[in-house]
Every structure is written in C-alpha cells, then in structure tokens.
C-alpha cells in the first residue's frame, strides 16, 4: 500500500513538472500570450541563475 502511495505522489509530481514545461514551450512560440502557470518566485530564481551562470 505504501508504494502505491509514493507510485501516486510520485507521478502527479511528474505530472505537474510536465504541465508547467509545456507552458513554457508554448510561451516561446506565443511570447505575448499570458502564462496560465505564473510563478513570480520561480521566475525570479531562475533570472538570477542565468545571471550568475553567464559570469
């Protein structure tokens, strides 16, 4: 039951980081559309890595 359990969590995991890397995706292609998945947090760190990692 308790893999059964970490098999489910484990997979709506996966689940969401695909959703969100498909809205990424499209983002590219369609920069004016409006993210649906808007995280300002993550945005940020992610700026700021790209910032660091260019140095």
């Known amino acids: 039951m308790t893999a059964l359990f970490v098999a489910a969590i484990a997979y709506l995991i996966f689940a969401l980081i695909l959703v969100?890397?498909?809205?990424?995706?499209?983002?590219?292609?369609?920069?004016?559309?409006?993210?649906a998945l808007h995280f300002p947090t993550l945005e940020k760190m992610m700026a700021i890595s790209r910032k660091y990692s260019r140095k």
């Open 20 to 35: 969100y890397a498909i809205d990424n995706l499209v983002a590219l292609f369609f920069p004016g559309a409006r993210s």
